[in-house]
């Protein structure tokens, strides 16, 4: 649909200008207004629904526990400290877990679901990356993906366009910050200098200061041996994707908004030790 765009902006250009200039500017200028109207096309339909998002995460998260066997204490504990991490209000948390038992149904339409999720939030790319982020999240929580769990986050990755390889870019972030967390905790009372003061930093890293800085490399998506210029670039990348002013103009439900501002913080802890080690501002 946008190449159509960009070939009518085109030739609208080309016939004004009077130039075949004007057609090459209508090539670039077409996918933005593709972009500025489809975002305004949509509007409607997200504030229509603005229930879909927090439904079908919770609903795939049921769907998640219930790919591995059965439903465990610990799946049902899992979808609880969640809706806890949301901070959802009573009528939120009811709906949660409806949409998280008719998740584990046998029949549930996942890929039906993805998709109407992803039609109304397609042209939000923000808001669909965090809800692969959240989902990974959980399917995380006990430190490894097994094969139905992969198998269901690439269906999510199909649904939403996103090619396999970035899905698993994903999961490796994510994986990250899975280790990160457990290893790094990071507590914005500590300066750096403590922390690297517990762990023996002076001038060599210890074994723990060598993981937690492969798994900041992880979270920004970036090899160890990355350039500053591209630690930088990737950072404010990931920042400017999980800003809380930016995601709530795009439609991210209110709900979510506390885990996007964790990972947030998550991020900025991750540079801020990238940035110690290597040396620079």
């Known amino acids: 649909m946008s190449l ?11 016939s004004v200008l009077k130039s075949g200039w004007g057609f090459i500017l209508g090539l670039f200028i077409g996918p933005m207004l593709y972009q500025a109207f489809g975002n305004k096309l949509t509007e409607k339909r997200t504030q229509s629904n603005p229930n879909l998002y927090l439904t079908v995460v919770f609903e795939v998260l049921g769907h998640l526990s219930k790919a591995k066997g059965v439903v465990t204490r610990d799946d049902i504990n899992l979808a609880r400290q969640v809706m806890d991490r949301l901070q959802l209000d009573a009528t939120s948390r009811q709906l949660a877990q409806e949409s998280f038992n008719r998740g ?13 999720l992803y039609h109304q939030y397609r042209y939000r790319r923000n808001v669909l990356n965090i809800f ?3 989902l990974i999240q959980a399917a995380l929580v006990d430190g490894h993906l097994d094969d139905k769990e992969s198998e269901i986050l690439f269906i999510v990755a199909d649904e939403f366009r996103i090619p396999r390889p970035q899905m698993a870019i994903y999961i490796q972030m994510m994986m ?3 280790h ?7 507590n914005q009372q500590n300066s750096q200098h403590q922390y690297q003061q517990n762990h023996n930093y002076n001038g060599s890293q210890s074994s723990t200061m060598q993981s937690d800085l492969a798994n900041a490399y992880k979270i920004l998506g970036i ?6 210029s591209e630690i930088k670039r990737a950072y404010r990348k990931l920042m400017n994707e999980h800003h809380p002013d930016k995601l709530v103009s795009k439609g991210l439900p209110k709900e979510m908004l506390e885990a996007a501002k964790k990972r947030a913080q998550e991020i900025q802890a991750a540079y801020d030790l990238i940035k110690s080690s290597r040396g620079f501002k």
């Open 4 to 14: 159509i765009w960009s070939i009518i902006t085109g030739l609208i250009l080309s």
């Open 176 to 178: 990250g910050s899975f």
């Open 132 to 134: 692969c982020e959240q």
């Open 223 to 228: 090899n160890s041996s990355a350039e500053i």
């Open 180 to 186: 990160f967390r457990q290893e790094y905790q990071y």
């Open 104 to 116: 584990k149904a046998s029949d549930y339409p996942l890929r039906s679901r993805l998709s109407e």
